[in-house]
T-cell receptor, first 113, second 113 residues
Framework: AQKVTQAQTEISVVEKEDVTLDCVYE???????LFWYKQPPSGELVFLIR??????QNEISGRYSWNFQKSTSSFNFTITASQVVDSAVYFC??????????FGTGTRLTVIP | EAQVTQNPRYLITVTGKKLTVTCSQN?????MSWYRQDPGLGLRQIYY???????DKGDVPEGYKVSRKEKRNFPLILESPSPNQTSLYFC????????????FGDGTRLSIL
């Protein structure tokens, strides 16, 4: 069975602080894909990044970076120098086989100005 | 513009009154899916469709029906809505390949009184 755990329900940081959102996944499949989505207060879901199970390279995109570690089944997301616009709910998700997404319960990030 | 369009965006209705939430995509995607989002539970899949006339149950299908008569449309039907179906609903589409991110509609907030 597939499972995604986001243990942090809510996080608050002060603007310009760095913050890491944790994601731990479970799957018996050897081929799988991990995603992060952002849900801003307006409610839509915005795709941020995809990582496949064979590529453990970390990725950086501007202030965002992702750390994928198969040894610990984790796919953590770090925002550097957080900004108020980063305030949102962030979802980690797992896809195997038929493109069905299994979501974590989300982490609500509040960046305080 | 590539998009997934859901209607209505908001609906308040009463128990037992049949309703349909429409979903349409203009990307010629094979795969479409419905999710519901509830506080503390993240997004859970209701039904999905790999192609026209092919639908399958997700994790929480009870009380819902779907149909896929055309590639672009995937309506969600609540034959006899109940208060526990009050939720935020998202439709999504993708090419169907598990490495491809899903594109989400803007969501439909349903309140069943």
């Amino acid at each position: 069975a597939q499972k995604v755990t986001q243990a942090q329900t809510e996080i608050s940081v002060v603007e310009k602080e760095d913050v890491t959102l944790d994601c731990v996944y479970e799957t018996r499949d050897t081929t799988y894909y991990l995603f992060w989505y952002k849900q801003p207060p307006s409610g839509e879901l915005v795709f941020l990044i995809r990582r496949n199970s064979f590529d453990e390279q970390n990725e950086i995109s501007g202030r965002y970076s992702w750390n994928f570690q198969k040894s610990t089944s984790s796919f953590n997301f770090t925002i550097t120098a957080s900004q108020v616009v980063d305030s949102a709910v962030y979802f980690c998700a797992l896809s195997t086989g038929a493109n069905n997404l299994f979501f974590g319960t989300g982490t609500r990030l509040t960046v305080i100005p | 513009e590539a998009q997934v369009t859901q209607n209505p965006r908001y609906l308040i209705t009463v128990t037992g009154k049949k309703l349909t939430v429409t979903c349409s995509q203009n990307m010629n995607h094979e795969y479409m899916s419905w999710y519901r989002q509830d506080p503390g539970l993240g997004l859970r899949q209701i039904y999905y469709s790999m192609n026209v006339e092919v639908t399958d149950k997700g994790d929480v299908p009870e009380g819902y029906k779907v149909s896929r008569k055309e590639k672009r449309n995937f309506p969600l039907i609540l034959e006899s809505p109940s208060p526990n179906q009050t939720s935020l609903y998202f439709c999504a589409s993708s090419t169907g390949l598990s490495h491809q991110p899903q594109h989400f509609g803007d969501g439909t907030r349903l309140s069943i009184l």
